[in-house]
């Protein structure tokens, strides 16, 4: 899809500016249609059927009720009955199970997220402040709302990556976002009391001031905006220390605008990754004799009296073969599934053959995309090729960061905890980005113009399966 | 060039007054609502006490179906002195917390055709048959009425699997009160379960019909993008 280009110089591309306002014409119904769609998810899913939605929402409201920031051990048994006995009203819990609302420190809600920063809960807090005093359920749907105005902006950060991206592709301009828009489980995720969602925002934002950095050089705006996207998401969720190493990309290729050789980059990459490698790891030995890689005692020093990291226990995992067993496999199962077709808890699910269709879709789009690479190659102005590097280095780094979550493994021989998609719902543009790109790249040069029709079908009978999955879920079976 | 102009401006008008069209008649067919009654026809079989003497009656039943608006008894008095009696009904979950679904109060005089019926904002039952919460308990609080006196209640030869029934505690499994039910059915909840979406819900969201416009709403958005992609395509120098 990408147009083929003569010159591979820096030369900035046809940069889109502010006077040609007919550029922001697809807003006019891009927002409401985000607004829109937002608010079927934010309506159609009841209260609490969210990842943490009880706990996550009673961090923001006790921010908007306390006079300080709470700590790990604030809470407020009233606020915590009252949860509870809408949480059971709303057929969240078993048929027959019923919340304890007489203990005195009130009913568990699920896990503490006070161990968060509390950014995005401040920001939570201004709608729950608005509307103290009213039903719990009231409250929630006003915090829904501050994440529902998030997702929309999230979509025209996306639309406007996609203009910087792509000058010259109006097409492409319009379906990346409209792809992004459509997928059921970002939605659901982007409509929930949950601080994801101001670091998915975020992460969005972050990648429109990349690649307007990579486009034009280091420029004031975009550095700011950069800059910004990454400390608010820094200071939102641990999860967002992968965007990291995106900005910092983004700065090297603002900076070095000129072709850098493929050797130079691999074995620079390669000298500082053994260097690392070297001065922080040695060889050591498991319990049953295996060789594994363990940290040498400095670090191990570095990390006891400041990290607290548990760094040689995550290595020794991470590189004990004995241990992993069929983890990975099931970290790909988990991941992938709850990255696409399943939503709320996790425990709303399309269904296998959605599954397995996502995955043949994403494995075309594979091929598509090494495809359109090859025909491609050295034809793209060198910005738009490291756009396109970029959001590959993207999704590998949140591929790594699932992995890295994963460790390390429990000893005791308890089931590891799996992470699910959500956790690299930050890299969902870039994914969705290279999907679009893959499957332009795989379809013959005729078929190319309803190639992003096509696409978007299936991305709307994804959606419109997802409702039907989720109202049969929520409704026709819990309805009393 | 102001007949052209003319002519776009009548047309974008038509097109909104399609659309708002289009809104308000969905609107208005997701209002439409139709009553069901089930009820048994009188039977031979059907047995008639007086309440006189008695504490309470208690009858558990399963819905049958979302929608329970209203359910009625089949009592007539006793004397003309009846008429003027009233029993306090409570609608209940059989196997819930102790909550009142419904608390109303019938007059013995007030019947129709025999029977005497509550009326209730919709109960949306549930059709998941391992949910305990999709019985009822129907409890009738009598007055102190003279043993062998007072207004006849009818009562129906067990059928079997719709509850049981209680009087002053004691299990009665041969009978049931012969209950009567109705079912308020949204016509558009054969498509779409927006009874069910708007049940228990605050404000605006507690309006089917508010899911139903905002379906439509989307639906139109998503023509809009269609349409817009196809205008992109147009312009796209690389399109067809």
Known sequence: MLRVKLSTTTAPAPAITGQDRAVYHPLRWLIPLALLHGLLYLTIVPPWQHYDEPTQFEYAWLIANLSHLPSRSDSDPALRREVADSMYRFRFYDPGQIPDLMKPEGPTLGENQRVHPPLYYILAALPLRLSSGLAIEQQLYAARGLSLCLYALTIVAAWRVASVVVPDEPTMQLAVPLLLLLTPTFADLMTAVNNDVLVNFCAVALLLGCALLIRDGLRPAPLVLASLALGTALGTKRTAVILIVIYLLALLWAWLRTPMRPWVVAGAMLGVALALAMSGLELGRADDGTTLLTIRPWLKQFDVSYLRLNLDAWVRSATSTAQAGDIYERLLVVGFTSFWVRFGWGHVMIGTWAEVSMAVICALCGVGLIIQGWRGRSQLPLWQERCIWLFLIAITLGALSMVGRLHPLPTNGTSPYIPTGRYIFTMMLPMIWLIALGWQGLLPARWKPAGPFLLLGIWLGLDLISWGVALSNYYYRFTL | ?240
């Open chain 2, 1 to 240: 060039m102001t007949d052209v102009s003319a002519a776009h401006a009548t047309r974008t008008y038509i097109r909104w007054a399609l659309a708002l069209l289009g809104a308000l008649l969905l609107i208005a067919l997701s209002q439409i609502t139709t009553l069901e009654q089930e009820q048994a026809d009188p039977s031979l079989n059907d047995l008639e006490i007086t309440l006189g003497g008695i504490r309470s009656i208690e009858q558990t039943f399963t819905t049958t179906r979302p929608g329970l608006v209203g359910l009625g008894v089949r009592i007539r008095p006793g004397d003309s002195g009846d008429a003027a009696i009233s029993i306090p009904v409570h609608l209940r979950y059989a196997d819930g917390p102790p909550i009142d679904l419904v608390s109303a109060t019938i007059v013995v005089g007030s019947a129709e055709d025999g029977v005497v019926s509550i009326r209730f904002p919709p109960l949306i039952a549930s059709r998941d048959p391992y949910l305990i919460t999709g019985t009822l308990r129907l409890s009738l609080d009598i007055p102190a009425i003279s043993p062998n006196t007072g207004p006849k209640i009818t009562l129906r030869k067990n059928s079997g699997a719709q509850g049981g029934m209680s009087i002053d505690g004691t299990q009665q499994p041969d009978v049931d009160l012969a209950i009567t039910t109705l079912y308020q059915i949204r016509w558009a909840d054969r498509i779409w379960p927006i009874s069910a979406m708007a049940a228990g819900k605050p404000g605006l969201l507690g309006q089917p019909a508010f899911y139903v416009l905002l379906a439509y709403l989307y639906m139109l958005l998503i023509v809009e993008g269609a349409l817009a992609l196809r205008r992109a395509q147009t312009a796209d120098p690389g399109g067809p």
